[in-house]
């Protein structure tokens, strides 16, 4: 029996990478908003479903279809990065409202969808509105518990922006390495650095699907001894 995954936001698909290894009986629904991404995704996972839809939207209208859904909604507003820069007067950056999709769509899988979700986002420069669990440099809202380590890579290699190396080339060639991934192909609008610097760490990714398949799988088989 398959087991069928929703991947909101899906990018590049950086939590999914690692998923095949964990199971031959996934079926991964994707749901990307740019076009191009969607492409790319379709690309490096063929036998994912790819939908390009407004991820919030698609939530609210299939959720009941899924069994393990995975969100990552937009980071920027809720990044410290972008605090700094906003709160510095002498920056033309101009502060904005936090993006409350993260936390409608914690809300909402909290108290509506049966099965087991995780919500991924950044640390954010206040206090989370609602409480969630710490690793490395992300947050997580589940409803299963997360070991203290979901094995999440140190990433090195980065080089910062300066007069000298003003695009940050040697950047990307780091990302790239780090995600497994040439991300020069991408030929849409956004630019490539911050994709890929939003992706999730795959081995993050695997751990915690792995955690969640797993307590499928023993709800399932104690479902099974009462019959």
């Given at each position: 029996m398959k087991t069928k995954?929703?991947?909101?936001?899906?990018?590049?698909?950086?939590?999914?990478?690692?998923?095949?290894?964990l199971s031959p009986d996934l079926e991964i629904t994707a749901v990307e908003l740019d076009p191009e991404l969607a492409r790319l995704y379709q690309e490096r996972f063929p036998n994912d479903i790819v939908i390009i839809?407004?991820?919030?939207?698609?939530?609210?209208?299939?959720?009941?279809?899924?069994?393990?859904?995975?969100?990552?909604?937009?980071?920027?507003?809720?990044s410290r990065a972008r605090f700094w820069f906003s709160s510095n007067y002498e920056t033309?950056?101009?502060?904005?409202?936090?993006?409350?999709?993260l936390y409608q769509e914690i809300i909402f899988l909290d108290n509506f969808f049966k099965g087991k979700y995780c919500v991924e986002n950044v640390i954010p420069y206040y206090e989370p509105l609602i409480p969630?669990?710490?690793?490395?440099?992300h947050l997580y809202w589940t409803n299963f518990p997360l070991s203290h380590s979901i094995n999440e890579r140190k990433f090195e290699g980065?080089?910062?922006?300066?007069?000298?190396?003003?695009?940050?080339?040697?950047?990307?060639?780091?990302?790239?390495?780090?995600?497994?991934?040439?991300?020069?192909?991408?030929e849409g609008n956004q630019r490539i650095d911050k994709i890929a610097r939003n992706l999730v760490d795959y081995e993050a990714g695997k751990t915690i699907l792995e955690t969640a398949l797993g307590i499928i799988r023993k709800s399932d088989v104690k479902q099974q001894e009462l019959f």
């Open positions: 995954i929703l991947n909101l936001y899906a990018c590049l698909g950086g939590n999914r990478y690692k998923w095949d290894e839809a407004d991820a919030h939207q698609y939530l609210l209208d299939h959720y009941k279809e899924f069994d393990i859904i995975w969100s990552s909604p937009p980071c920027p507003t809720h033309n950056l101009d502060p904005v409202y936090p993006d409350m999709t969630a669990k710490k690793r490395g440099r980065l080089a910062k922006r300066s007069k000298d190396n003003p695009f940050g080339e040697n950047e990307i060639n780091a990302l790239c390495r780090y995600h497994d991934y040439d991300f020069r192909q991408y």
